[in-house]
């Protein structure tokens, strides 16, 4: 069984082109199902699977207070494991038929106000090698809408400086050039001043040779490594979270929300915001004109006269 979906998850990876952090998801969900699947019901291969074990499988996580939108994506990974697994031969009948399809449920993102995030990334002024690196990831992920795998798989050579722009590889492999302001400009100008000294410190000969090179990555951690999506977390987590209202999350992905809600706030055409965000469709875009409609929502009932008054019984 262990062959069939590490196969599977090969092919998913290079052959299917899905994004690694899809890739990632599957692994972890598929592996969790084989371990039920062994432990709980005594299954030894594939073929033994029936539709009873998945819908138990699901059931048992659903009882464990998992949130719908997990269920739906390991809906999903059982769903598209299975079809490989008629594809390639393995199955006579597809057991995931019964599978009751749900729908994600619509949650608006969460996002910072623009005078909270602002004062928070202004704050970071310190000489410090982690100071001017943390201020230009912070000035990147927010001024750019980066995904945190976009960040991390930033090179040197995608910086340009004259014409300000960034260039970006984002899901599907597809490519966008996103632009930069000067407040970007100014700390990642900053930033790259330390780097070759900071990666000297950290690395010696070939490996230092390498992270120098143009193609190497722009953005390293504390011990000169490429960045991955944890250290973001742990950096928006310790350089934003504290300092913001009760009850305000901070994730990388929350300064992505702001980028786009702070642009809509201030004018500019959801076609643009899409194309900067990297979007497929416009559709999920969209979302953002709900945050702008609580927004005047609260600005009309607390400043238009007639909002303020009580209806007559």
């Known amino acids: ?91 006579k009948t597809l057991p995931t038929e019964t599978l009751v399809n749900g729908k994600r449920p619509f949650r608006l993102p969460k996002t910072i106000a623009e005078d909270d995030l602002a004062a928070r990334i202004e704050a970071i002024q310190g000489d410090a090698p982690a100071d001017v690196r943390d201020r230009a990831i912070l000035e990147v992920l927010y001024g750019c809408g980066l995904r945190c795998a ?14 300000r722009r960034l260039r970006i590889r984002g899901k599907g492999s597809k490519e966008r050039v996103v632009p930069f302001g000067p407040p970007a400009a100014e700390a990642l100008v900053r930033y790259l001043a330390l780097r070759e000294r900071f990666v000297l ?11 120098l090179a143009p193609s190497a990555p722009l ?7 490429p960045l991955n999506r944890r250290y973001l977390s742990a950096l928006v987590r310790s350089r934003v979270r504290p300092f913001l209202p009760e009850g305000n999350r901070a994730t990388p992905h929350t300064l992505r929300h702001a980028f786009a809600t702070h642009l809509l706030a201030h ?20 979302i953002y004109t709900h945050l702008t409609d609580q927004r005047l929502r609260s600005v009309f009932d607390a400043c238009f006269p007639r909002a303020q008054r009580s209806p007559k019984p």
């Open 150 to 163: 976009e960040l991390c798989a930033l090179r040197l050579h995608d910086c340009d400086f004259a014409a």
């Open 267 to 286: 004018g500019a055409p959801l076609l643009d915001i899409r194309d900067l965000l990297g979007h497929a469709s416009i559709s999920t875009t969209q």
């Open 201 to 211: 410190t950290w690395k010696k000969g070939a490996l230092a040779a390498d992270l």
């Open 219 to 225: 953005f390293l951690s504390p011990t000169a490594r």
């Open 1 to 91: 069984m262990e062959r069939a979906l590490e196969q599977f998850l090969d092919e998913s990876a290079y052959a299917r082109g899905l994004a690694p952090l899809t890739c990632e998801a599957y692994a972890s969900d598929l592996r969790d199902l084989l371990a039920f699947l062994r432990s709980a019901r005594r299954r030894t291969d594939w073929p033994e699977v029936v539709s009873g074990d998945l819908v138990a499988y699901l059931e048992r996580l659903r009882r464990r207070g998992y949130a719908d939108a997990t269920l739906l994506r390991r809906t999903a990974a059982i769903r598209r494991f299975f079809a490989w697994l008629l594809e390639s031969g393995r199955l």
